[in-house]
């Protein structure tokens, strides 16, 4: 089993959409863990931390669930902006990336 | 990213070929990590350095490939004996800060192996 997985899409969704994304990790002793977005032939940046008791920035909002292992992210009124790849990274003791969920949002 | 600079850009060579790929981080970072992206494909972790501690090497795929940082600082990969399934992007990202696990990424150093 991959440490980190990820649904690789892609996901199709209209503008306006709203769309979320999962993502599971084996190592129970992980301590933090974050959505990087990666625009194509870019190097990966990051979106957002993710909290235990959740958190939302604007129309993206992260979530954790440590009994079953998993991170999510929401994305609201989704723009043709946000067609990007998501990865999840898994922080047990060095950084674990996922191979990413694409989004294609389109008119 | 600022703050990172990785080089060469772009480098094709011959299979059977050694080439080192160099990663200059802005001072005061706190750990360097370098990972593997192919084609299509998510962020594979090869390797990272923390502080004066020994390196992390669990992620290298084989003997071929070695890393080292300077200094403190500038960091460079080397693969030996290049093979085609070593084209990728190499990824060098470093952490700033002490306590914070957020990554900065290098523009990152595609290599195709003929």
């Known amino acids: 089993r991959k440490e980190v997985e990820q649904d690789p899409g892609p996901f199709n969704v209209p503008e306006g959409a709203t769309v979320a994304f999962n993502c599971t990790y084996s190592?129970?002793?992980?301590?933090?863990f974050f959505w990087y977005r990666q625009d194509c032939r870019k190097e990966p940046k990051l979106l957002m931390s993710?909290?235990?008791s959740g958190n939302e920035d604007g129309r993206f909002t992260a979530q954790l669930n440590r009994a079953s292992q998993y991170i999510s992210l929401l994305i609201r009124d989704s723009k043709l902006s946000d067609s990007a790849t998501y990865l999840c990274?898994?922080?047990?003791?060095?950084?674990?990336f996922g191979t990413g969920t694409r989004l294609q949002v389109f008119p | 990213g600022a703050g990172v600079s990785q080089s060469p850009s772009n480098k094709v060579t011959e299979k059977g070929k050694d080439v080192e790929l160099r990663c200059d981080p802005i001072s005061g970072h706190t750990a360097l990590y370098w990972y593997r992206q192919s084609l299509g494909q998510g962020l594979e972790f090869l390797i990272y350095?923390?502080?004066?501690?020994?390196?992390?090497k669990s992620g290298l795929p084989s003997d071929r490939f070695s890393a080292e940082r300077t200094g403190g600082s500038v960091s460079t990969l080397t693969i030996q004996r290049t093979q085609q399934e070593d084209s990728a992007v190499y990824l060098c990202a470093i952490k700033r800060g002490s306590g914070a696990n957020v990554l900065t990424f290098g523009a990152g150093s595609r290599l195709t192996v003929l």
């Open positions: 990274v898994v922080n047990p003791d060095k950084l674990i």
């Open positions: 350095f923390q502080g004066n501690s020994a390196p992390d």
């Open positions: 190592n129970s002793a992980s301590q933090s």
């Open positions: 993710v909290y235990s």
